[in-house]
């Protein structure tokens, strides 16, 4: 029998194109699930940056605290979300509902 790939492999390869990073942070937005995004922003951390470790040293963030930050129950401060996403060369925007 043969076993089949995990997607996790696929996807952290296709979050390397800052387009598709892009569609996905916005679609687990979407979502309105604080815990979903946080996943998928981790997700994009792996595939844009080379390591946590290097991803810490450039956002001036413990590399603990970061983990902790981008696990399913962190609540990571604005300041350090936006530290977080600037690194990995995106920002928040405002947008107003229709």
Do not use: H, W
Request: no cysteine.
């Amino acid at each position: 029998m043969t076993r089949s790939k995990g997607y996790q492999e696929d996807l952290i390869k296709a979050l390397e194109d800052p387009l598709e990073a892009q569609e996905y942070l916005n679609a687990t937005l979407e979502d309105k699930d604080l815990e979903v995004f946080l996943l998928a922003l981790r997700d994009v951390a792996q595939a844009r940056s080379s390591s946590i470790k290097q991803l810490a040293e450039v956002t001036k963030l413990n590399r603990e605290n970061l983990y902790r930050m981008l696990s399913d129950k962190g609540n990571p401060e604005l300041k350090s979300l936006n530290a977080i996403l600037d690194a990995l060369g995106f920002r928040l925007t405002v947008e107003l509902i229709k």
